[in-house]
């Protein structure tokens, strides 16, 4: 049997989507000013432990 797709691991998930990789480049910036617009609660994944 395969592995299934997802193996979820909390480091790796904010190194991808995290807060300061958004902010790091023009598109990020962008994605972070649209979910502030539309009041989201949570802009970004949570940080890893």
């Known amino acids: 049997m395969t592995k299934r797709?997802?193996?979820?691991?909390?480091?790796?998930r904010a190194?991808?989507?995290?807060?300061l990789v958004r902010s790091a480049?023009?598109?990020g910036k962008k994605i972070l000013q649209?979910?502030?617009r539309k009041g989201r609660a949570q802009?970004?994944?949570k940080?890893?432990?």
């Open 43 to 45: 802009l970004t994944v």
């Open 34 to 36: 649209a979910r502030r």
């Open 15 to 19: 190194t991808t989507h995290g807060f």
């Open 5 to 12: 797709t997802y193996q979820p691991s909390k480091r790796k």
């Open 25 to 27: 480049t023009a598109t």
């Open 47 to 49: 940080k890893a432990r």
